[in-house]
Structures are given as C-alpha cells and as structure tokens.
C-alpha cells in the first residue's frame, strides 16, 4: 500500500461496515448478509473520490469484551487495521441507537491517535432523519449521517473523508519514492479448507496479516495484500478454501466459492496449497485444471512437510510422478515441498512465483520458433490421413500471458490432438515455461487472390 492513504472501517457487528464498502468502491466485493461475523479478515480495496486515490480497508465486527480464540483473532486484525491507517470511519447505527459496545469502541478509539470519522449508518429517512444526533455521546465530534444500502449521504461523506486525508501528514516510507509504474503480479493462494493457506502468507509476509485459527474455514472473502518483493511488487490473494458445491450449505460459503473462482480469473499466478498429510485430493486437482485452463501461472505448494515423520530420498518424485500419471499438465508444474509453520522452504516460494511469473511473459521471436518446429516435424511428420496430405508451413507467438502459439498448415481440423502435445512438449523441451499453459492454435494457411 505504498504511495496511498489508507482509510479502514470500524464499528461492532452487524452495523453496515461490508455494505458500505462495497458502497464506496462500487462493487460487492465484500460480502454482505445479515449474519453478524461475516467479515472477519481486513479486506483491501483501492477507491478514489474527486481525484484522491486510497486504500479502504473493511473489517470483522469488534465484539468488546469477547474471549473466544476467533474474536480475540478478529480483535488483533482490527488493531493493525487502525495502527496501519490514516483516518477511522467508525461505524454505528442509528436504528438501535448507542450501543453499550459503541461506547467501548469509542473509548479505544480516542486512545488510537487517528482521525476519526463517525459514521451514522441506516439514517435511511433524510434529511428528515434526526436519530444520528444520539451519538454526540460518544464524544467523537459530529455524527455523519448516511445511508450506506441506498447510497444516501455517502457522496457527501467520501468528500468529507478526502478533506480530512489532505490534513494528515504523511512519512516518507508511506508516501513512496519517485519513479515509473512498477508492474503487479497477482497472485492467489487457493487449495481446499484448511492446509495453511492464511498461514503460508502470513509467514511471506513476515507478519499476522491474516486470522488463522485451528477452525476450517476461517478465512471467507478473497483478500488482497500488496507486498513488494525483489524490486517487484506482488499482490497476495488469499481465498476461501475451495470444497465441492455439494458441501457449500449456505449462502455465505456459495459466495465465498465463487470469489475464490474470480481470484483464479485474474490472478498471474496461482499457489495451490496442499496438505502433505492428506495428499492431492480430486478437488485438488480440480483447482489445478481451472486455474491451468483459465491461462494461470501454477504452482503446487506441498504444505506441513515437517509433519511428514519418514522421508525416503525419493518420496517427493514418487509422488509427483503418481500425479503426473493422473493429470499430465502437472509435468509442467514446479512442486515445492515447504512448512508455512516452520519457514521450511518458504523463502523459496517467492524466487518460483517470479519465475512462473516471468515464464508466463516469455516471449519467443518468429526464427526461433520455426527453427525448432522445422525440427520438431523433421523428427516426426503429423499423421497423413487419406487425401491430401497434412503440411506445417510456419509458425509464429501470438501472445503471452499465458504463451499463445499459431501454426499455419494446409488441413488444420485434420491434425491430431496427439500431435499437438508432440508440438506442445517440443516447444517445452526448447523454451520450458516453468508453471504457465502453453496453448498452440492451428490456422489453415490463406489462398493467394486470383483475377
């Protein structure tokens, strides 16, 4: 988050805080239901109002007083939430009033030295409203008055929100040094319900960015974590744990699915967490092929491999190879055998997510690519059907991200699936692509014009 002003909300549970980010940013990307304790990690977005960009951060519902191991976990994420922001929109409501919490929250956040906003939410009656007036007593200054489902007010409030943003100062590491655009790469950890997803991040990160509790399951909405790397910045996507739409019971764990599938969309790389105790299930599997399909990056963390009592010197390829047996694209795909608990290997991660990152980028020029299928096809000619025969010409990259090959022949429908993944692991064997799909398209050669 370097560069930007950061602007996080707060209140108890059950206040509007989800709704009125999504609000804000317009969008859903948090998600919002009636169920207090939905959100339960911080969630970055980036917004902008009147030409003043910023981050907005929504959190987990602060239940004051609360000793079970998920609030007290939700409690530390709101802490870092107000120690890493600029100003506090706290959060109440107007439709029951002062909560004996809002009270609670208000004296903890006189004692956070951050500019304070007082947000009173479901004022859906203005400007006849008046209930927002009670919260005087919460010795926090003005109460603003909005309506975060309809969108009342909420315009007047981000142009008060920017007013107060141009009058904090701000530190140099904050602020950023000078210089060009550096380029992101997204990068989403998915894998089923609890195999150290939230962890494996956490420890990259060098600090308790997520809530990880023994509980599965804990982390619900797809979050996002700008973090800079080597000179390159990275943006860590942490998602729901993936479980077969079969399990997903309710609504909330429907919606959690299916933004970890959106994060498979636009991530450059996908870290595919999987437990070392469990080994690679179907759904893992399944993670797998959406993710390589859809053009990303892939790499197989194989998480708790501390846990692992008996180590054969050949424990890990056996394994691989029995995978590979199963699903043939993983040949291609780097394995890491790590513990997020212990930082075995982890370092590691990172060196891999640029190379995979880098692969998917790698661009070939036209000469080579048709020296090494003038090659490949010399070694073995595709199948001649009965008629006229199947001829290559050349061929040529069309694109990256993922790499996009185009081969011009004479009979295009006529070529084999077979011989496409000859072409394919030639094209491997020259150039690697370590992690990214590789897709080669077959375009019947143009016939020259006649008068």
Known sequence: MTGLPTVAIIGRPNVGKSTLFNRIIGGRDAIVNE???????????????????????????????????????????????????????FLVDVEQGVHPADLEIARYLRRAERPVVLVANKADRLPDDTRHLAFYELGLGDPFPVSAAV??????????????????????????????????????????????????????????????????????????TPFEYDGHRLVFIDTAGLRKRSKVADDIEFYSTLRTARAIERADVCILVVDALDGMHVQDLKIANEAWDKGTGLIVAVNKWDLIAEKETNTAARGE???????????????????????????????????????????????????????????????????????????????????????????????????????????????????????????????????
């Open 321 to 451: 190879r029995e995978l590979v047996a199963r699903a043939p694209f993983l040949e291609f795909i780097p394995f890491l055998y790590m513990s997020a608990k212990t930082g075995q290997r982890v370092p590691r991660l990172l060196e891999l997510i640029l190379t995979v990152a880098a692969e998917r980028q790698k661009r070939v020029p036209t000469s080579e690519v048709n020296r090494v299928l003038e090659a490949l096809v010399e070694r073995q000619q595709p199948p001649q059907p009965v008629g006229e025969g199947v001829r290559l010409f050349y061929a040529s990259q069309i694109g990256t991200a993922p790499p996009r090959f185009a081969v011009v022949a004479n009979r295009p429908d006529a070529i084999p699936e077979s011989y496409t993944r000859y072409l394919l692991h030639g094209f491997r064997e020259a150039w690697e692509f370590t992690g990214a799909p590789v897709t080669i398209k077959f375009r019947r050669k143009r016939q020259a014009a006649h008068r």
């Open 151 to 224: 969108g009342k007010a909420s315009g007047d409030l981000l142009d008060h929100v920017v007013a107060v943003l141009t009058t904090v100062p701000r530190d140099a590491e904050r602020e950023g040094g000078p210089g060009g655009e550096v380029e992101v790469i997204h990068v989403a950890v998915v894998g089923r319900p609890n195999v150290g997803k939230s962890s494996l991040v956490n420890r990259l990160l060098g600090h308790e960015r997520l809530v990880v509790t023994e509980e599965p399951g804990t982390t619900r909405d797809a979050i996002d």
């Open 35 to 89: 169920r207090p304790g939905v959100t339960r990690d911080r969630h970055f977005a980036r917004a902008e109002w009147n030409g003043q960009p910023f981050w907005l951060v929504d959190t987990g519902g602060l239940v004051p007083g609360a000793t079970d191991a998920l609030n007290r976990a939700i409690r530390t994420q709101i802490e870092l939430a107000i120690a890493e922001s600029d100003v506090l929109l």
